[in-house]
Nanobody
């Protein structure tokens, strides 16, 4: 079983920055993709960014150029650096890990979520 623990959320003004962290523990072998999702009030949970075990990244159009996803394998931690934050970025942010299991089965794990609020 994989456990994800998030930190780094908070309140900032528009144009400000935050860095979210997600610590990974447990049976972490064969995790091939990690991701950040977010869910704003009244909206469906959406994918923000992904990073593979090899370091390849992808971003939602709404955050391209402003957010950076990264991982530190030595610390078993994933990060989301968020710059130029906008009120529309206000949401609960969740970290996610996808794991390939024996027999081509997959498992997916979620963090508890951390609140990000962007307002003046």
């Amino acid at each position: 079983q994989v456990q994800l623990v998030e930190s780094g959320g908070g309140s900032v003004q528009p144009g400000g920055s935050l860095r979210l962290s997600c610590a990974v523990s447990g049976s972490i072998l064969s995790i091939y993709t990690m991701a950040w999702y977010r869910q704003a009030p009244g909206k469906q949970r959406e994918l923000v960014a992904t990073i593979t075990s090899g370091g390849s990244t992808n971003y939602a159009d709404s955050v391209k150029g402003r957010f950076t996803i990264s991982r530190d394998n030595a610390k078993n931690t994933m990060y989301l650096q968020m710059n130029s934050l906008e009120p529309e970025d206000t949401a609960v942010y969740y970290c996610n890990a996808a794991q390939l299991l024996y027999g081509f089965r997959h498992a997916q794990y979620w963090g508890q979520g951390t609140q990000v609020t962007v307002s003046s």
